[in-house]
């Protein structure tokens, strides 16, 4: 079908887009490659999220472009409506309607009716959360505490498991906040997603810099089997979260319940790291942390010195791997909501991020089973007490 939509972009062109859109190109390879403007291009995306529109395919019962081609010879054979409808198998009143609809025998053309026809059938369909108030109003308010659709959504299903009416799925939630045809949920709340793209976007891989070395450090690979394996809890992972002008934020976080604490630190040097997550260790209940992963930043260098403190061993992931302290590099990715790239963190007290670990904390979690980090640390300390 020939059918030419916005940029110009035929059906096969439009496909072609959305194709390396989810590849990852950006838009500015997409437009060259349709020797298209890129902000074209990008007006294309935008209107849809960046989420690709489900392909549309005809109804089985709707006529084909060869029927209505045979609709258009029965017409120039002078053919009766009933009597095209009988050649072609279908209803009178289909063929009659079909031909009063498009010109009527005078003006009827299958071509300029099947793509009437096409277009026609675009009625949009009122989404879930447009249709049930009390979904839409719980998922507003779920966003506005930073909640993403995925928790969301699991978070429903746990609370109303005996009822489908209260069941969304995270990509419904994504295509009401942005897609901007559908107007449902208020494009404020998109503030509150942890990326705060106004579109969806292919996922891309991120490199970190080499790390310098760590006098006696223990490697990753003499960590106990139990603390791989996530049995008990108390095994922590840590790193910092850097911000504009040499600012950093220290994360903790529990292998096991996703527990997570932040320290303000003063500076990135080991000294200034290590005692202000030595004052913060302290206030966990004895026991609780009984090791500590952390990544080849030389802000851990006196690793020894908050062992003795606090009686937790210390290992190091090898160089360049963050991916072996994979809980905390997760959630660092959902501190940003919180605390975007190039923010000054100079200007957060510990009571303010004690707040942000509190609400962290109090989120449903996919992977616990939409159980709350504090929720699971509670259960697993009550188990192991």
């Known amino acids: 079908m020939g059918l030419r939509g916005p940029a110009g972009l035929s059906l096969t062109e ?23 403007d890129h902000g074209s291009i990008h007006s294309l995306l935008l209107h849809q999220g960046g989420i690709a529109p489900r392909l549309r395919t005809r109804a089985a019962v709707a006529l084909s472009l060869s029927e209505r081609e045979g609709i258009s010879r029965g017409i120039a054979a002078g053919e009766s409506g009933r009597a095209i409808a009988e050649r072609l198998g279908r209803a009178a009143s289909t063929v009659c309607r079909e031909i009063g609809r498009y010109g009527g025998r005078d003006a009827y053309r299958a071509g300029k009716a099947d793509v009437g026809a096409w277009r026609a059938a675009l009625r949009p369909k009122a989404c879930l959360l447009a249709l049930n108030r009390t979904v839409r109003n719980l ?30 799925s995270h990509e419904t939630i994504y295509r009401s906040l942005f897609i901007q045809a559908r107007g449902v949920l208020k494009k404020e709340l998109i503030a509150h997603l942890r990326s705060r793209r106004m579109m969806r976007c292919a996922k ?52 096991s319940s996703r527990f997570l604490m932040l320290v303000k630190v003063k500076g990135k040097d080991t000294s200034a790291v290590v005692d202000a997550i030595v004052r913060q260790v302290k206030h966990l ?11 080849r930043g030389a802000e851990l260098a006196a690793h020894k010195r908050f062992s003795i403190a606090t009686n937790a061993k210390v290992y190091f992931c090898d160089p360049s791997s963050p991916w072996q302290r994979g809980t905390n590099e997760n959630t660092n990715g959902l501190l ?36 709350t980090p504090a929720e699971s640390l509670a259960a697993q300390i009550a188990l192991t007490g």
């Open 14 to 36: 439009r496909a072609d887009m959305w194709s390396r859109w989810k590849a990852g190109y950006h838009v500015r390879e997409i437009a060259r490659a349709f020797g298209r």
């Open 139 to 168: 998922v507003a308010s779920k966003l506005a505490l930073q909640w993403s659709p995925e928790q969301i959504s699991g978070w429903l299903r746990e609370e109303f498991p005996d009822d489908e009416s209260m069941r969304v």
């Open 204 to 255: 891309t891989s991120t490199a970190r810099h080499g790390r310098s070395s760590i006098r006696d450090a223990v490697s990753i690979s003499e960590r106990p089997p139990e603390v791989e394996d996530r049995a008990v809890p108390g095994h922590w992972e840590g790193d910092l979260v850097s911000g504009s002008n040499n600012t950093h934020i220290a994360t903790l976080v529990e292998r």
């Open 285 to 295: 209940p004895s026991g609780v942390m009984t090791s500590l992963t952390w990544d």
């Open 336 to 371: 940003r909501q919180y605390f975007p790239r190039r923010t000054d963190l100079s200007g957060y007290t510990q009571r303010d991020l004690n707040r942000v670990a509190r609400e962290m904390n109090m989120r449903p979690r996919k992977t616990l089973g939409y159980v």
